[in-house]
């Protein structure tokens, strides 16, 4: 019984397929300069977003820090152009800060970019800001396969000492 309890155990762990542990990751958004700090995060890789016609960008919306106040504004990113890439803060906010397209692939499909940029407003030109993309450390997250073999094998202890506790009580 133990010999077949043991082969089974590990043919299912060997041959049960790996599945991939899966994180999203986020990107933390901080904008300094002027006197103010504003801050958000946004996925990496953001799927809840509007593609603009227009102008090729896209849009979202997220919580946005300014000095320590947290309030709900539409972002839109721009794609370049003209005028170049940037950020335009939507209501309650209503400013725009340009400089690099701050994203890769299509604006249906985009993945943010990291590092530092500089930032500025067309319209106050005293507005200079610097940007920073910085990737959020996930928590490590445990292979589904890793937890199954040590539930595994918590499962033979168990089953050897009290097949084992048995013996000696004959």
Do not use: K, W
């Not at 604006?107 to 030109?125: K, V």
């Amino acid at each position: 019984m133990r010999r077949t309890l043991f082969t089974l155990a590990v043919l299912t762990s060997a041959l049960l397929p790996s599945i991939a542990a899966h994180a999203d990751t986020i990107d933390d958004f901080v904008f300094t300069g002027t006197g103010s700090i504003i801050t958000f995060s946004l996925p990496v890789s953001p799927t809840d977003i509007f593609v603009i016609p227009n102008n090729g960008g896209f849009a979202t919306g997220t919580d946005v820090t300014i000095n320590g106040v947290t309030t709900d504004v539409g972002l839109q990113f721009l794609p370049g152009g003209i005028l170049g890439g940037g950020v335009a803060f939507n209501p309650p906010l209503d400013f725009t800060m340009n400089g690099p397209v701050l994203y890769s692939g299509t604006p249906a499909d985009p993945t943010f970019l990291t590092g530092t940029f500089e930032m500025f407003s067309f319209t106050a030109p005293t507005f200079r800001y610097e940007l920073t993309i910085t990737p959020e450390s996930p928590a490590p997250v445990p292979e589904p396969g890793t937890c199954l073999l040590l539930a595994t094998g918590l499962l033979g202890l168990l089953l050897f000492t009290t097949r084992r506790h048995r013996i000696t009580q004959l």
